[in-house]
């Protein structure tokens, strides 16, 4: 595994200020935030503070926990969020080599769905797209986000279903067995972990390290 720690912050205020003037053309400046940066990199590919913030609000929402958009994290969150999405772009890395397995259409839209249903239920003042706007988002990128939850979701059940299929035919199940099966399960999950990172190229701005 390559981790370095980089001390640049790559800002891209100038990029998203030509944006913001875009979106105000629009009428939409109201709904935007104004800067991004990019905060670590997987194998070359960034990630950027604004899809930290982005995922931060997505759970949020998703599992009704508050009103207000937020995009005042503490620095501790935005560490445990961006060790969650890196470790989501090295499973989905990991699951295209192996051959990839998609989530379905029909997945993706009641996710979709569901989401939209819980984000009315809380924001009665602001859209959808509106929401998606004040993270430099439309439509077809919510979509690739869900796909990417759906696709983490079946890999890591397939990787779990084949050690259940292991303990299983083992003749060994006993209830010391079945009280130790969730441990066992988050081993075998921070194990793969671990080896994908060994085998990945991460960079990390030292803000967030």
Do not use: W
């Amino acid at each position: 595994m390559e981790i370095k720690i980089i001390n640049k912050k790559y800002n891209i205020l100038g990029v998203s200020f030509l944006c913001l003037m875009i979106l105000s053309l629009s009428g939409a400046s109201s709904y935007s935030f104004l800067a991004d940066e990019i905060v670590a990199s997987v194998d070359n590919t960034p990630i950027t503070l604004n899809e930290l913030y982005f995922l931060y609000n997505f759970n949020a929402i998703n599992n009704l926990k508050y009103r207000n958009l937020n995009k005042t994290v503490s620095s501790a969150k935005l560490k445990h969020i961006l060790n969650f999405y890196i470790n989501r772009m090295l499973i989905l890395k990991q699951e295209e080599k192996t051959g990839g397995l998609n989530a379905s259409e029909s997945s993706i839209h009641e996710l979709t769905a569901g989401f939209k249903k819980k984000f009315k239920m809380l924001h009665k003042k602001i859209t959808f797209n509106s929401f998606l706007a004040k993270f430099g988002l439309n439509k077809t990128d919510f979509k690739v986000f869900a796909k990417n939850i759906l696709s983490e979701k079946i890999f890591i059940d397939e990787q779990l279903r084949f050690f259940l299929f292991t303990i299983e035919n083992s003749g060994k199940i006993t209830q010391s067995v079945k009280r130790n099966y969730n441990k066992e399960l988050s081993l075998k999950l921070k194990k793969l972990l671990s080896n994908l990172k060994k085998r990945s190229k991460i960079e990390i701005n030292d803000n967030f390290n």
